[in-house]
């Protein structure tokens, strides 16, 4: 027993709702256990309660109105009744955890670098120097480029994929004996997340870290971990070794799910014809030319910097692009390359600092009608303070509508259409999983019928159903209304699965771009084809020989 | 499938009847007994202040009347009597130099206290709120002539102005309107720099940019966005304005733009009172005592309002307990 | 940066210079004639008379006006009887009363003033800020419980009262100090501070209830967002939650308040000015004021219209090193 | 009058010590700073203080306890003034050894310097006398102006005479020789408006520190000051350090617990209010080092016979007799600080205080009487009228006092309307001729003690002022009133003045132009080092000049 470093036995837990004694059951009796240096993938439905499991593990919901049953024990330690004092010695110690909210998780006001000292200097009586010194060294390994200036910064001047980092850097600065990870690489690109989960099966191997890998991403999953466990509503449905469970499910949901998982390979599904290629060179003669139709949005030589002197980074640097009604861009490319930051010039919540913006032809100044944008946020794009019905029904209350019933009405089949219960119309947005968040902010992009919409990694926190499920309801709607989508993800299968043409970004620049299955199947720019190589695959055992392959040598 | 953009029929029975953020804030609120506490005391305090002259009269007392013959002329005109000259008559006692009764000068004094007070701090807020946000959020131009305009008014002495205000408001103007307006048009510099503070920290966040994409005014989002995060300190520091405001209707009471005596009024008790402390206590303690109770009541009503506000307190799942803390 | 403060000293001109306007409007028509005020209870009409004209004020408003413009960019002259006194540029003028040079009077009485302002504001910076981070990190208990009841006895006891209180109690009972009278900084400093210290305490322990009231549920406020949850997680300590993450969330209102609080109180903490006899701005300005003493009233409101206004500045700034997502304008 | 005086502290109650002796610092703690510190600017009142240990005048106050110190003596000069036979011209001659702080000697063109220099526009804030009563005074503009040129009703035939010459005989032109525009300022000195920083002393003390504005001044003695020709000042302590902007509240309460230097603490400015009455009460020696005085003043109801229904004297007599003094006095304080009044004058001999009790309405009113005047006025059914008031709370012209005039007529069926005015807006309605309210509360003070200066302000009908500020509320132009002042005026037997002043505030009385309420009593705390406490009813303070610290 003693030697099980997780040892989770028939846990139960109720969030309380609304009035007094109501409650929602997130995780009806799972049990599992792990031992040390072992990895437990848990993979299922978004919302079926994985988060939920991964906070139990540190203790997070004691106190806090939330009832909890059955017995949860981390490397000894009982959870449910060590003190105050034992709590915090297993948090971030013992037992580590990388929250799924990664850009809402730093604190706003102190340096990164600053704030993942604190953690060390909490556990390990260093002097502030030295926990700094440490604070870079991981920062660098998680592959912060250039650690010791990007730690002085602060969160809000770090991209998704940075912050994402630095999380995990943190997790990793006290050498924990488990890491519980939860989506820890949702907002990386494949490169650097193959990078980390090297990282992390590099850990295991030298360190006997014990991995607990909460993810959607089967391929993540089949590459990283041992032993898997597929959850839905609350229970576990299925547990097993990866490759058994990866290739004989025994569960029609597991079935329904690997059935799912998008192909990078796959044959694309047919898409409504467009012309294609539209490459930046030629946008001019389109758009100038022979009565052809005008892009919805066009961009010129946009470059965007940020800070000043020694502090100045340019995010994006001369990019040109256009994207016309009805057709889908998809942006891929290095995490911190520009995508969010040119995804904000294009709906005009930027300002470039020079080059133009044209929306359907027109100069945009200010705010442009008709855009919207997803957030690659969830969290800090949904308003604490309000339902998310209200967050959704908002933008049709700011285009004028007056029928609260047909705006109540409107919200709730959006939200249905995303895969959310109609029941969740007055529910804030902590009280939803990661998935639902995000899927209330495609929903609330989807409302006022937009003639564009950026997509900043819109499904990257979703199992691959509910994907399916919205990928199809985005390409429905873009049919029906003639949306111009741009589609920003680092997830190559979905991409391909849903863009019309494909632009590569690396350190703010396009480096390659034209119609998606010509990119696919015949990269150009090596880029590109570094990025297809390391797209994980299904198979547990190729992983390991790819691994082997990277790390191996050295 | 198309159907999605077309109204759908609500899903039956997905909906708890009610079950609006208002109704949640209330639910919540109605959580809070201390909350409730003070609100029934406020309350309480309103009712007493309304039936003023239904209680004079139960107590059989005129608050302007002097009684010459329960003070102690020769002693300064200290009621006679212990505590401050307690009898059946006068339940609380008089007020030394004059005799008048306490008990109702207190009941009458409240409905100007509290109208002042209630009054100014609405209008102060109100006031103060739409400069702060209109100082952050308004174009360059006009944000900066908002801060200049704030930055005016913290600058001009309440004093000078409340002079300049008995020479232009005609005297037959009901004065406890016109403290109301005067504190509260006057006053209101203090929250809108926080409002503006705050504003300009919030404006930034990812909630306000998708309020602004979807084609929300302006005016929109300062009201569904940003005024539910503002609410914390703004009503913290409306809490805090009640007796701040109480006192300055006391001083401008002094300088002739207050109520017209012999109405009274707590501040007004208070400062005539401050050199009684020792030699009538009762008299300092029983404007005081209230003052003291109308500001917890406040405050905590404040309190407990700013908490049901916030739906993520509802659940405590972030902010944790001291039950966390020492389990 | 060069433009931050460029603007602002644009932005502070004109608030100076609405604020006179405004200051000579309210005493156009703010009852007391200045005269009659200057010259004595029962000076007979010709007396009146000659020194209406002496103080000039047989002008036009407007006249007056652009008079003490002219004064404020080029001095003035002023006939003083024996000699002709000259006040140089920026000249305030002449007090109606004594004939004082307004810009001497103002430079004699800031020091006084802003001592007073300066220690009332450390004070409600640490004990208000203090006691609000300690409410915030003992919420639900009884520490708390009596720091509320504390708090709110303090602001709802008018500041008259506390400071009198305080005054009997330790001055005259305990006579663990003599009764203060003011002493510059510049004589003895340590007198300086023995003889502030009630005076502070007054003040600070009267402001501090609003600052501590204010970082009390700014914190607690901030306790609720994910950063928190983060740093919970890791293991570090309530305190150190409180203390270093949730009570950013307080800093803005904070820096803001004490801007518009730290402004106004260089216009004299009037009350406190006077029971402790600090020769302040307060009661030069209240007695500008009962006298109509329209260059004193003038010169003190620019006074605090000064202090407001650079208050202001330095709160932004403030606020754009602590949380750079704001930019300063 | 019922005037006794003075507990003394220090003397008679057997404190250590006995009989006051030099030395030692006296503190004065004040509330007003002394801003004006300028012998021209000081109004009479103003000069009995601190400014009268720097500046000797010509003649000056007798300091004596009581109503003995209501007597004028000789200061600078060897008497009181030598009047021509029908008092237009006043003559003075110096004593020997008089000299200046510096050493150089006074002399009496000095004198005639000072007064002329009041006339300043620049320098103005004093009474009005000098410019009503010396020749050519009126049209005089001070030295400073039209090349120097000096006020020829004012002659100094050598440095030790000077004479003075009146437009009208002024038997009372002695008390006016007592004010600090008496005091010689050596025209070498002169600096204008700043003179008052550093006045050049002619008295014991000099000044040694004038900061913020008379905020801190420190007294040193002068060591040119002569005993020898001064009988007035004793000048027992060495230095005299005086803190002023301080509040009310904390003066008394400084000199309650007399610790340290408070010890030795006066105050010149700080009266006792009710409730620091009320809790002394029962402590006895705090109680023993209470002075009480009486200073010549009077508050009361006043009317506008031009205003309806107040032309009707019917309705003056009404509410004269409905007021309820009792209630006033309480409001004013209680009776330890103010005293019910009937009279005009104040009940000094002094002012020739003649008793009169023209419409008694006992000590709560006598509303039976007053309704039945009232009826006979033609209201049977009551009046409404308004009463204008301060809203200071200043319990003088303020709203308590003001309700209970209210409370008081309206048992008599007189429903009274308070209007209340922010000080100076009272102030300016009060004293404005053309506007002045139909019945509102007033005070008047005597500028020295004698009938004089405190009936003619108020029923002399040439003293009406139509374009400044007027005192005579009344308005009252009676042929036969204006001939008695100025018959009186010829009288230079103060005495025999003093009985026609009190016949003549009688007579007045009559006609219920007014309504005497009260008259105020002056109590202050001395510090328990304190000796030889001096009260006179002249100023009703103590005298800073007698007091000493060992
Ligand atoms: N504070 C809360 N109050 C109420 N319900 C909650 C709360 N937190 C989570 N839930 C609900 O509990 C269920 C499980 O949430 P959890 O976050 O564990 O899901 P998840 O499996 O991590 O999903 P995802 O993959 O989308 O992150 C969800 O249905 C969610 O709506
Ligand atoms: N407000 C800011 N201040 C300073 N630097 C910023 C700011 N926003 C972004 N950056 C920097 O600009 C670069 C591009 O950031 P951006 O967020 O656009 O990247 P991204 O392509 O979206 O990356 P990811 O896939 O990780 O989200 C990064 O180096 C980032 O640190
Ligand atoms: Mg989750
Ligand atoms: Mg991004």
New binding site residues.
């Given amino acids: 027993m003693s030697d099980l470093l997780v040892d989770v036995r028939d846990l139960v837990?109720d969030?309380?709702?609304g009035g007094p004694g109501a409650y929602?059951?997130?995780?009806d009796g799972v049990s599992f256990t792990m031992g040390p240096g072992h990895a437990l993938g848990?993979v299922?439905?978004?919302?079926?309660?994985?988060?939920?499991?991964?906070?139990a593990l540190l203790g997070l919901h004691r106190g806090?109105g939330?009832r909890l049953g059955g017995t949860v024990r981390v490397a000894g330690t009982d959870v449910g009744g060590a003190s105050a004092a034992e709590l915090r010695r297993l948090r971030g110690a013992t037992a580590a955890m990388v929250f799924?909210d990664p850009l809402s998780s730093l604190d706003p006001y102190y340096a990164v670098g600053d704030q993942i000292a604190e953690v060390y200097r909490v556990h390990a009586a260093v002097s502030r120097r030295a926990a700094r010194a440490r604070a870079v060294s991981v920062l660098d390994r998680v592959g912060i480029p250039d650690a010791v200036r990007r730690s002085r910064a602060r969160p809000h001047e770090f991209s998704g994929g940075m912050r994402q980092r630095a999380l995990i850097a943190m997790a990793l600065v006290c050498e924990p004996r488990l890491l519980i990870a939860?989506?820890p690489t949702t907002a990386l690109d494949v490169t650097v997340q193959a990078q980390i989960l090297d990282l992390l099966h590099g850990l295991r191997r030298e360190e006997g870290l014990g991995l607990l890998l909460?993810t959607?991403d089967v391929g993540v999953a089949a590459e990283s971990v041992d032993e898997l466990l597929v959850?839905r509503d609350?229970h576990a449905v299925e547990r097993g070794p990866v490759a058994e469970v990866l290739a004989g499910p025994a569960d029609p949901y597991t079935r329904a799910l690997l059935a799912a998982v998008p192909r990078l390979d796959a044959p694309r599904k047919p898409r409504p014809s467009r012309e294609t290629a539209t490459t930046a060179a030629g946008v001019a003669g389109v758009a100038g030319g022979d009565g052809a139709e005008v892009p919805v949005v066009e961009a010129l030589g946009l470059r965007r910097e940020f800070g000043r002197g020694k502090r100045r980074v340019t995010a994006v640097g001369g990019v040109s692009l256009a994207v016309r009604a009805g057709e889908t861009l998809g942006v891929v490319g290095e995490s911190g390359s520009g995508k969010s930051t040119l995804g904000r010039m294009l709906v005009g919540l930027l300002e470039p600092s020079s080059g133009r913006v044209r929306h359907a032809g027109d100069e945009a100044r200010g705010i442009p009608a008709g855009v919207q944008m997803v957030f690659q946020d969830p969290v800090s794009s949904l308003n604490p303070r309000r339902s998310v019905g209200e967050s959704i029904a908002d933008p049709l209350r700011a285009a004028g509508e007056r029928d609260e019933a047909a705006i109540r009405a409107r919200a709730l089949a959006l939200l249905e259409r995303v895969g959310l219960e109609p029941g969740?119309y007055d529910?804030y947005p902590?009280?939803?999983?990661?998935?639902?968040?995000?899927r209330v902010g495609i929903a609330r992009a989807l409302a006022p019928r937009p003639r564009l919409i950026v997509c900043d990694e819109p499904v990257s926190?979703?199992?691959v159903t509910?994907q399916a499920q919205v990928t199809a309801l985005l390409a429905e709607l873009q049919q029906e209304l003639g949306i111009a989508l741009v589609f920003i993800a680092h997830d190559l299968a979905v991409v391909r699965q849903v863009s019309d043409r494909v632009a590569v970004m690396r350190s703010g620049e396009i480096v390659e771009e034209g119609p998606v299955d010509e990119v696919y199947d015949r990269p150009a720019h090596p880029y590109t084809r570094q990025l297809l190589d390391a797209v994980p695959v299904l198979d547990p055992e190729l992983a390991a020989a790819r691994r082997h392959r990277a790390v191996g040598p050295s | 499938m198309t159907v999605l953009l077309e109204p759908a029929a609500p899903a039956p029975g997905a909906l708890a009847p009610g079950a609006g953020p208002a109704p949640r804030a209330w639910r919540r609120l109605r959580r809070r007994p201390a909350a409730l506490l003070a609100g029934g005391a406020l309350a309480l305090l309103v009712l007493l202040a309304l039936a003023a002259p239904l209680l004079a009269q139960l107590s059989g007392q005129d608050p302007n009347a002097y009684h010459d013959d329960l003070v102690d002329s020769a002693r300064g005109g200290v009621p006679l009597g212990s505590f401050g000259g307690i009898s059946g008559d006068h339940w609380l006692g008089v007020e030394p130099g004059t005799g008048r009764d306490l008990f109702t000068r207190l009941l009458y004094g409240a409905r100007v206290s509290l109208l002042v007070a209630l009054g100014a701090t609405v209008l102060q807020v109100l006031l103060g709120v739409v400069a702060g946000l209109t100082a952050a959020l308004g174009n360059r131009l006009l944000g900066r002539l908002i801060a200049r305009v704030t930055d005016v008014m913290i600058a001009l002495p309440l004093l000078v102005l409340a002079i300049a205000l008995t020479a232009v408001v005609p005297p037959d103007f009901p004065r406890p309107l016109l403290l109301v307006l005067a504190i509260g048009i006057l006053d209101w510099g203090g929250v809108a720099r926080m409002v503006r503070a705050q504003t300009l920290s919030l404006r930034g966040l990812d909630f306000v940019e998708a309020a602004r994409l979807s084609g929300n005014s302006t005016l929109r989002i300062a009201r569904r966005e940003l005024l539910p995060s503002l609410a914390a300190p703004v009503i913290t520091l409306a809490a805090l304005k009640v007796p701040t405001n109480m006192v300055i209707e006391a001083s401008l009471s002094f300088l002739g733009v207050g109520v017209k005596p012999p109405t009274p009024s707590w501040g007004q008790m208070l400062s005539g009172a401050q050199t009684w402390f020792r030699a009538d206590p009762a008299y300092v303690l029983l404007p005081a005592g209230l003052l003291f109770v109308t500001v917890l009541a406040f405050t905590v009503l404040g309190d407990g309002v700013r908490t049901a506000l916030d739906p993520r307190a509802g659940?405590r799942?972030r902010v944790g307990t001291r039950k966390e803390r020492t389990a | 940066m060069t433009r931050f403060v460029l603007g602002r000293l644009g932005g502070a001109l004109l608030v100076l210079l609405v604020l006179s306007l405004a200051v000579y409007a309210l005493f156009y028509v703010a009852p007391g004639d200045p005269a009659r005020l200057a010259c004595g209870e029962r000076c007979n009409p010709a007396q009146i008379a000659q020194v209406r004209e002496q103080l000039g004020l047989n002008d036009s408003v407007v006249v007056q006006y652009l008079h003490f413009l002219q004064g404020l960019l080029a001095g003035r002259d002023y006939s003083g009887g024996a000699a002709v006194l000259h006040c140089d540029a920026p000249c305030l003028g002449f007090s109606y009363q004594n004939d004082r040079q307004v810009t001497e009077l103002l430079l004699e009485r800031l020091p006084a003033t802003f001592s007073l302002a300066l220690g009332a504001l450390v004070i409600w910076l640490v004990v208000g800020v203090g006691t609000g981070l300690l409410s915030a990190l003992r919420r639900g208990g009884a520490t708390e419980r009596v720091l509320t009841v504390l708090t709110l006895a303090a602001t709802g006891t008018p500041v008259f009262i506390l400071g009198l209180l305080l005054l009997m109690a330790v001055c005259a009972y305990l006579q663990w100090l003599p009764f203060p009278t003011y002493v510059p900084f510049g004589e003895d400093a340590e007198q300086w501070a023995w003889n502030l210290l009630l005076p502070w305490i007054t003040l600070g322990v009267f402001e501090s209830a609003k600052y501590a009231r204010i970082t009390r549920s700014s914190t607690l406020e901030t306790l609720a967002e994910d950063h928190i949850r983060t740093f919970r997680a890791y293991g570090v300590g309530e305190r150190a939650l409180v203390t270093r993450h949730a009570v950013r969330g307080a800093v803005a209102p904070v820096i803001a308040l004490s801007a518009v609080d730290f402004g106004t109180m260089i216009g004299g903490a009037v009350l406190t000015e006077s029971l402790f006899g600090i020769p302040g701005l307060g009661k030069t300005l209240i007695d500008g004021v009962r006298v109509v003493d329209l260059p004193v009233v003038v010169g003190v409101v620019l006074a605090i219209g000064t202090a407001v206004v650079i208050a202001g500045a330095v709160a932004d700034l403030l606020y754009a090193v602590a949380d750079r997502r704001v930019t300063l304008s | 009058g019922p005037k006794g005086g003075t507990e003394k502290a220090g003397s008679g109650s057997g404190a250590p010590g006995g009989a006051p002796r030099e030395g030692g610092t006296l503190t004065v703690l004040n509330a007003e700073p002394q801003s004006d510190f300028d012998p021209a600017r000081l109004y009479t009142s103003g000069g009995g203080n601190v400014p009268s240990l720097v500046f000797r005048t010509l003649t000056t106050r007798n300091r004596e306890d009581g109503a003995a110190g209501t007597k004028v003596v000789p200061d600078l000069a060897t008497d009181t003034g030598k009047a021509n036979a029908d008092a237009t011209e006043w003559t003075y001659t110096l004593k020997d050894g008089l000299k200046y702080e510096d050493g150089t000697p006074i002399t009496t063109a000095d004198i005639k310097y000072g007064i002329e220099r009041s006339f300043a526009a620049e320098l103005s804030g004093g009474a009005p006398y000098l410019r009503d009563w010396l020749v050519g005074g009126e049209s005089y503009e001070g030295p400073y102006k039209n090349g120097g040129k000096g006020l020829d009703s004012i002659v100094v035939p050598d440095e030790k005479t000077i004479t003075f010459k009146l437009r009208k005989p002024e038997g009372e032109f002695p008390f006016l020789a007592t004010q600090t525009q008496f005091a010689p300022v050596p025209k070498a000195k002169d600096t204008g408006v700043t003179y008052e920083e550093h006045p050049v002393s002619s008295g014991p003390y000099k000044v040694v520190k004038n900061e913020g504005d008379g905020e801190h001044l420190t007294l040193e003695r002068n060591e040119h000051w002569d005993p020898k020709t001064d009988e007035e000042r004793k000048a027992y302590p060495d230095k005299i350090d005086v803190r002023s902007g301080l509040d009310v509240a904390v003066i008394n309460q400084r000199l309650s617990t007399s610790s340290g230097a408070d010890a030795a603490a006066i105050t010149t400015d700080t009266n006792l209010g009710p409730a620091e009455l009320a809790q002394i009460g029962g402590d006895k020696q705090l109680a023993a080092r209470v002075g009480t005085g009486h200073f010549g003043y009077t508050n009361y109801l006043a009317f506008n016979p031009k205003v309806a229904p107040f032309d009707n004297p019917k309705v003056r007599q009404a509410i004269s007799y409905a007021v309820n003094r009792t209630s006033v006095v309480n409001a004013a304080g209680g009776s330890a600080l103010a005293e019910p009044a009937t009279t005009f004058l104040p009940e000094q001999e002094a002012f020739g205080f003649t008793k009169y009790d023209h419409f008694p309405a006992g000590a709560t009113g006598d509303a039976a009487k007053a309704r039945e005047l009232l009826k006979e006025a033609g209201f049977p059914d009551g009046i409404s009228i308004t009463l204008t008031h301060n809203t200071a709370q200043n319990r003088q012209t303020g709203p308590e006092i003001a309700t209970a005039v209210q409370q008081a007529l309206a048992a008599a069926g007189i429903t009274v309307k308070l209007e209340g005015l922010e000080n100076n807006a009272f102030n300016e309605r009060r004293w404005d001729a053309k506007n002045t309210p139909g019945f509102f509360l007033s005070r008047w003070g005597a500028d020295w003690p004698s009938g004089g200066p405190f009936l003619a302000p108020i029923f002399d009908g040439r003293q009406i002022v139509t374009n400044g500020s007027n005192y005579n509320h009344a308005q009252l132009d009676d042929q036969a009133v204006n001939t008695e002042i100025d018959e009186i005026a010829k009288l230079t037997d103060l005495a025999a003045a003093g009985k026609r002043w009190g016949a003549l505030d009688k007579k007045i009385g009559e006609q219920a132009l007014d309504v005497p309420l009260f008259h105020p009593v002056y109590k202050r705390l001395v510090g328990k080092d304190v000796k030889n406490v001096v009260i006179s009813d002249w100023t009703g303070v103590l005298d800073i000049s007698q007091v000493s610290v060992k």
């Avoid at chain 1, 299922?44 to 906070?55: I, L």
């Fill in positions: 837990v969030f309380p709702v929602v059951r997130a995780v848990i299922g439905e978004s919302g079926s309660g994985k988060s939920t499991v991964a906070a806090t939330t799924q939860d989506e909460v959607h959850m609350g969740h529910r902590h009280e939803f999983s990661g998935g639902q968040r995000q926190a979703l199992d509910t | 659940s799942l």
